[in-house]
């Protein structure tokens, strides 16, 4: 578990999202650690709309969703 964490990847937003605007995939980017949402999930978080601005390079999490 720890090592999927340290060596895992999270999805991270690839530009500043602004709120209300539509999470798509041109967006989303992929980094370690795996703390955050994996990319197996993406699809929690792709095209929907974000309910604050998540800034470039931070994680993405389904609490950041309408």
């Given amino acids: 578990y720890l090592a999927k964490k340290k060596y895992g990847y999270s999805c991270v937003a690839k ?11 041109d967006k989303i980017a992929y980094k370690v650690p795996g703390t955050g949402l994996s990319p197996s999930e993406v699809n929690r ?3 929907k709309i974000s309910n604050k601005e998540i800034l470039k390079d931070k994680e993405i999490t389904s609490n950041d969703i309408e």
């Avoid at 530009?15 to 995939?25: A, C």
């Fill in 15 to 25: 530009v500043n999202i602004s709120k209300g605007e539509i999470i798509s995939s």
């Fill in 45 to 47: 978080i792709l095209n």
